[in-house]
Nanobody
């Protein structure tokens, strides 16, 4: 099984930045694509970003493209989400997730963490 633990969330003013971290542990094949999902109060869960394990390809939601960057430290087995130019619309619980599908990552996550709260004030 795969265990994912997010950290780095908090309160930030509009225009500010936050860096989320996701520590992965457990016995794995190392073939899971890693990424992020988020869910705002009263809203549906939505895709944020994903990174392919095989070639490092990345894909982002249009709403965060150019502002958010996903990366991975393979040595430390940590996935990061650098969030810049944050806006109140980014307020949500952010979940780290692992999936066997890169293209359909958001439709079939296999594992996910407990989430970390990100609140952006205006």
């Amino acid at each position: 099984q795969v265990q994912l633990v997010e950290s780095g969330g908090g309160l930030v003013q509009a225009g500010g930045s936050l860096r989320l971290s996701c520590a992965a542990s457990g016995r794995t094949s190392g073939t899971y694509h890693m990424g992020w999902l988020r869910q705002a109060p009263g809203k549906e869960r939505e895709f944020v970003a994903v990174r392919s394990w095989s070639d490092g390809s990345t894909r982002y939601a249009d709403s965060v493209k150019g502002r958010f960057t996903i990366s991975r430290d393979n040595t430390k087995n940590i996935v990061y989400l650098q969030m810049n130019a944050l806006a109140p619309e980014d307020t949500a619980v952010y979940y780290c997730a692992a999936s066997g599908s890169y293209r359909r990552f958001e439709n079939r996550p296999d594992y996910w963490g407990q989430g970390t709260q990100v609140t952006v004030s205006s």
